[in-house]
Structure formats: C-alpha cells, structure tokens
C-alpha cells in the first residue's frame, strides 16, 4: 500500500483508539494538555495558550503534509482524548519509520495506555506498512522514556551528542532505539502478555494517597 494512506489510518483494539488529530480535537487535547511533567524533555512545550495554539497548528498541518502523522490517542474506557503521539520521518523507500511525539495527560499514564497505543503502532507499521525498521529517539536525561521504550522491547542503539537546543538553551544528546522487521514477533508476543489496563478511579485514590507511581 501507499504509505499517503497513513494519515486516514485509524488503529484500535478493545482498550484505545488512534485516529488523526483534526481541529476539532482542541478542547479535548487543551483538557489533559497544561501539565510541566509532560514537556520537560520536548523540543517544544506547551505553557501558554500561544503554545498550545501553536501545537495544534503544527500537528494538523504536519498531518495533512504528511510530514508527520499525528494521532489521538482515545482511552475507550471514558471515550476521552487521553493525549498523542506521531508517526514522523517517514522513509517509504527505505521502509523506515519514527515513533515519537508521544506524551498522556496525567490521570492516563501508568493505566497501560501508553503501551497499548505503541503496540497498534507497531502492528500497523511492520503488518501493514511493511516496514524494515521502527526508530525512536529520546532525550538522555528521560530516563523514564529510556525506561518505557526498553519495557516495549526496544533495543538501545547509540547517542547522538549534542543532537539540539532544548527550550531551556541547553544542548541535549540524544539516544535511538529500534525494533527491527525480524524482531516484531517477539517484542509483539511480549507487549501481548505483559499488557495492562488500570481502573482510572484506583489510580486517582493512589494520585491521593500518596502512592501513584509515574
């Protein structure tokens, strides 16, 4: 298939959904989006109306280019927009792909949304698109994406060193992993069983007590 139909993609399974943001998600994104936590590692943050103004912007017009192909991410429990995440650098003729962009309101993280939604999207880039290879890149410091991305059965590969500004002006080093085509099956059967999907209320009574762990 032709890798223009991405954008029109809509991946679900019983616990998420996936569509492509469209500006009619903005009161829904605008809701779990004004949270520090969230942008600490982002290249861009949102702090201010002008800043979600301006994701918005860049996320729909990205998505009609095909530049990137930004998501919705839907917790089918509530039906609600429980945040986003992308498909960029996008290189049909190499069959390579990026899975980034990605981040959840606070009340959706830890409920194994976060899991769930990587999953569809690497279903639908090895099965579907066909792909060779799945990359992702975070910052050095976020150990706790480092942490997620390893837990999917991403493998470590390398940093870039002074890879680019961050919005504080400091210079981040960057550091890949991928998954590879022959590797799927595995990282597919393991995601599978290892899968989890919490009781929001139980996590807002631990958010509470004290207790929540992020």
């Known amino acids: 298939m032709s890798w223009e139909q ?23 994104l605008r809701a779990v989006a004004f949270d520090p936590d969230i942008w600490r590692y982002f290249v861009s943050r949102v702090s201010t109306e002008a800043d979600f103004d301006q994701f918005m912007s860049d996320a729909v017009q990205d ?7 930004v998501f919705c991410v839907i917790d089918k429990a509530d039906n609600r927009i429980a945040g986003s995440m992308a498909y960029g650098n996008l290189a049909e003729k190499d069959k390579r792909i990026e899975i980034g962009w990605s981040w ?13 939604a990587k ?10 698109l066909q792909c060779e290879r799945v990359e992702f890149k975070t910052d050095i410091l976020n150990t706790q994406a480092r942490k997620g991305l390893q837990n999917i059965g991403a493998r470590e590969e390398g940093v870039l060193r002074s890879y680019n500004f961050m919005p504080d002006n400091r210079r981040r080093d960057a550091i890949y992993y991928s998954i590879l085509k022959a590797e799927w099956s595995e990282v597919k059967n393991g995601l599978r069983l290892n899968a989890k999907i919490r009781n929001h209320e139980a996590d807002a009574m631990q958010v509470g007590a004290g207790k929540a762990q992020k």
Request: glycine share 10%; charged share 35%.
């Open 63 to 69: 998505t009609d280019a095909g530049k990137r192909i």
């Open 119 to 128: 999953y569809l999207l690497l279903e639908y880039a090895f099965e579907t």
């Open 104 to 116: 959840l309101g606070k009340r959706y993280r830890g409920a194994g949304i976060n899991r769930w």
């Open 6 to 28: 991405i954008r029109n993609a809509k991946l679900e399974n019983e616990h998420v959904l996936l569509r492509r943001v469209v500006p009619d998600d903005r009161d829904g």
